[in-house]
Nanobody, 117 residues
Framework: QVQLVESGGGLVQPGGSLRLSCAVSGRTFSGYAMGWYRQALGKERELVAEITSSGATNYAESVKGRFTISRDNAKNTVFPYLQMNSLKLEDAAVYYC?????????WGQGTQVTVSS
């Protein structure tokens, strides 16, 4: 059974940091790309950052220089991480983990990030 379980969300003040984690399991995911997406209230889901199986990364312009995506390919589970620094009010959203290939696409349930003073 495929599972994507996000963690690490919470409440943070502007300028603060959070690290999101996702545990991806249930099949061999080492060859999959991993991505972090977010959806703010009343807005469409958008790409935040993604990382390929070889480690190439891509970021939304709005988070470049502040967020860093990484991954850890453990034996049976892949862990994509999103380090978020210098958080802004507009970063507040539900953040979703995604695992995808040319043929398959899986999503986590999301973790809430609230940025407020």
């Amino acid at each position: 059974q495929v599972q994507l379980v996000e963690s690490g969300g919470g409440l943070v003040q502007p300028g603060g940091s959070l690290r999101l984690s996702c545990a991806v399991s249930g099949r061999t995911f080492s060859g999959y790309a991993m991505g972090w997406y977010r959806q703010a209230l009343g807005k469409e889901r958008e790409l935040v950052a993604e990382i390929t199986s070889s480690g190439a990364t891509n970021y939304a312009e709005s988070v470049k220089g502040r967020f860093t995506i990484s991954r850890d390919n453990a034996k049976n589970t892949v862990f994509p991480y999103l380090q978020m620094n210098s958080l802004k009010l507009e970063d507040a959203a539900v953040y979703y983990c995604r695992a995808y290939s040319n043929y398959y696409n899986f999503w986590g349930q999301g973790t809430q990030v609230t940025v407020s003073s």
